[in-house]
């Protein structure tokens, strides 16, 4: 039995380009699977002030599920192994903030 997953849509659009020029526009839409409701761990992110800003809170959690993700779908692939080992504790230390 194939476990069930949130379905996602993400867009990121590039707002402005460094030098403050705004064309050509960018964007992309990715569809994604994510075992975690992100939108929770994205609130208790938030909840737990360890970032200056809301914003960098939601940059955080929304990085950590996208990467944490494939990390774990692709748990074999020799270039995760050095966190296979590290990677647990680092959430360990972060649920229990």
């Known amino acids: 039995m194939e476990k069930r997953s949130n379905k996602y849509y993400l ?6 380009y460094s030098n403050g020029e705004t064309e050509p526009a960018k964007e ?3 569809e994604f699977d994510n075992h975690d409701e992100i939108f929770g761990i994205i609130e208790r992110i938030k909840s737990k002030n360890i970032f200056a800003n809301e914003s960098e ?3 955080f959690a929304l990085g950590l599920k996208l990467f944490s993700e494939i990390k774990l779908k692709n748990r074999k692939n020799p270039l995760f192994e050095e966190l296979n080992e590290v990677f647990p504790v680092f959430m360990k230390k972060l649920k229990s903030l």
């Open 28 to 30: 992309l839409g990715i």
């Open 11 to 16: 867009t990121l659009s590039l707002k402005e």
């Open 57 to 59: 809170a939601v940059q």
